[in-house]
């Protein structure tokens, strides 16, 4: 079977999960291209940029795919011109509400009246959570199926032989933008007894010794959707505390397998953040039944079967 990723990068969200899914299904004999096209590295050009250089690079290009699968609303317009059988689209958040928290009225106003046309385009819609899912049926009439998005433990073998702790270790790990909340946590460090430290754009494995060397992952975010680092600290067995929004609240139950607290509120961050530390057994309850829930759903062992399948059906079909 001939597949043709699209993502407008291969890291972090949506596009890890491209680069990691692409990888697993060549090791099961799927033959996997990954459309690279560069991009301005301007903040608010960066997405424009790519859409237009990979629709021109899909247009004139010959190749022809049983199956396209563009991640991200910047790549549905390269998918639409791409030549394959099957079109998928993944996506990974309710994508207008997102530009709407970080963009202006003008370009959010856009993106939400075509939103759904361009969502259109593909044969299936895909996307890792039941929340995103049930909020396009309510908002648009769309149906879509859902996969959640897997971990690779077996990239953890050294991470886990790290056994340090760095004393009373508080750890964010994330962009540096509004809708992850760091300017929250921030606002909340003065009153967290202990040292925070603040992992941006850092590479993966030095990220995650220094969650495995962490007591705390903190999660402040606006807007999330299922945060891939939430599933690392449940495999590494730290505790995490996070917003109380959709998609985080997917996984998350509040006191069993993580602390959910209020969205914009650095203060019920600090007591939650505070309250742990102190309460060593709770701590340690609640990492592992993060372990349980991360093990039981969320590993390439359980779920590639199903991708495996997802791609067969669509020709099938």
């Known amino acids: 079977m001939k597949i043709l990723f699209i ?46 250089f990979s629709s021109l690079s899909a247009i004139f290009s010959k190749e022809k795919y049983d199956v396209v699968h563009a991640f991200n609303m910047p790549s549905a ?38 939103e759904k046309n361009i969502l259109k385009w593909a044969d299936v819609l895909l996307t890792n959570s039941k929340n995103v899912q049930r909020g396009y049926k309510e908002k648009l009439g769309l149906d879509f199926d859902y996969m959640y998005g897997p971990i ?30 760091i300017d929250i946590l921030k606002k909340a460090e003065s009153e967290i007894d202990a040292n925070v430290v603040y992992c941006i754009n850092l590479e993966w494995e030095k990220a995650m010794i220094i969650l495995k060397s962490s007591n705390v992952l903190v999660v402040p975010s606006r807007i999330d959707n299922i945060p891939n ?3 690392e600290a449940f495999y590494l067995k730290i505790p995490v505390i996070a917003t109380d929004i959709e998609g985080i609240s997917e996984i998350i139950t509040n006191d069993v397998n993580g602390i959910l607290v209020p969205s914009e509120d650095p203060e019920k961050i600090a007591f939650a953040v505070n309250k742990l530390l102190k309460d ?13 829930f991360v093990m039981e759903n969320l ?13 067969e059906d669509l020709i099938i079909n």
């Open 280 to 292: 060593k057994e709770k701590a340690e309850k609640i990492a592992e039944n993060g372990y349980e």
């Open 152 to 181: 690779d433990v077996d990239k953890f073998k050294k991470i886990e032989a790290n056994k340090i702790k760095n004393g009373k270790q508080v750890v964010y790990i994330g962009r540096d933008s509004y809708e992850k909340g």
């Open 229 to 231: 680092v939430i599933k």
């Open 77 to 114: 317009f390269a998918m639409k011109f791409t030549k394959a059988k099957k079109k998928v689209l993944s996506i990974h958040g309710i994508y207008s509400e997102q530009i709407n928290m970080l963009h202006s009225q003008l370009i959010s106003s856009k993106i939400k009246n075509n």
């Open 299 to 311: 590993t390439w062992k359980t779920l590639l079967s199903k991708y495996m399948k997802f791609y």
């Open 7 to 52: 993502a407008p990068r291969y890291s972090g969200g949506v596009g890890g999960h491209a680069a990691r899914l692409a990888s697993k299904l060549r090791e099961q004999g799927f033959e996997i291209k990954l459309m690279n096209i560069p991009n301005i590295p301007i903040k608010n050009l960066k997405n424009p940029s790519f859409a237009l």
